[in-house]
C-alpha cells in the first residue's frame, strides 16, 4: 500500500499535465462534496445541482486517471520496440505498465469523495419528490403556492443523463484499467540486470555482458545467481573463451629519448 501511495504522489506531482489537471480536479471533487453536504442541509434545492457537479467532476478524475493508463502502456510499448534483448523488452514493458496502472488507480481513490457526495445529494433530493408526492395524495402536503424544495422530475433526468450516466462509465473504465493485466515477471533490479547481462553474452556481447555479469556475481554469490538464470558455468565458460581468444597486449618499448 505504501508502494501505490509513493507511486502515486510521484504521479499527482511529477505526472506532467495530466497528473496536475488530475489534482485540481480532485481537490475541486473534495470541495463539492462537501457542499453537497452542506447543501442537503441548509439548501436542498441546490444540493442537487451541487451534486450534480460533484458527479461530473468524479467523472473526469476518472475517466482522466484511465487515460493516463492508457497512454502509459503506449508509452511502454513503444519503449519496448526500440529495444533488441528479451529481457530488457519484458522489463521495459512491466515497468511502464505497472507505473501506467496508478494513474488509473488514482482517479478512483480521488474520485470517491465526489461520487460517494454527488450520488448522496441526487439521490436524497429524488427521495424527498417522491415522499412529497406521496404526502400529496394522503392530503398531509402543503398545497396552494408553496414551492417544494426538491427538485423537479425534469431536473432528475438532466442530473442523470449528466452526471450519473458519466460517472458510472468513467468508473468502470477505471476499474478495467487498474484491473488489466500486468505483463512480464514482477522482479528487482538486480534480477533484471542478471537476465540482460545472460541475454547479451548469448546473443554474442561478451564485451558489456561478461563485465556485467561478473559484477552480478560478484554483489550476488554464485547460488543466488543461480536462482535467477540457470546454467552460470556455460556463461562462465563463454567468457572465460573470450579471455583465452583475446591477444594479450603488446609491452610499450622503452622510452629511449634520454639516451645519447
Known sequence: MARVGGALGDFLWRGGVLGQVILVLAVAGILLAFASGIALVAWKRAAWYVGTAALLVASAVMGLGALGTFLGRSRADNAARAEDLAPRIERVRHEGYTEARVASLGGLLLGTAPLIGGAAAVLAQGGARRERRRLLKAGEGTRG??????????????????????????????????????????????????????????????????????????????????????????????????LADTPPSRPAAPSTSGER
Open 145 to 242: 403556492g408553496t414551492t417544494s424544495s426538491a427538485a423537479s422530475p425534469a431536473a432528475a433526468r438532466r442530473s442523470v443523463l449528466l452526471g450519473g450516466a458519466p460517472a458510472v462509465i468513467a468508473a468502470v473504465l477505471a476499474v478495467l484499467a487498474a484491473r488489466a493485466e500486468i505483463p512480464g515477471r514482477d522482479l528487482d533490479k538486480v534480477a533484471w540486470e542478471v537476465l540482460e547481462h545472460e541475454a547479451q553474452i548469448r546473443a554474442g556481447r561478451l564485451e558489456e555482458g561478461c563485465a556485467g555479469f561478473a559484477r552480478d556475481l560478484r554483489s550476488l554469490g554464485r547460488a543466488e545467481a543461480e536462482l535467477i538464470v540457470p546454467g552460470v558455468d556455460s556463461l562462465e565458460r563463454a567468457c572465460a573463451g573470450r
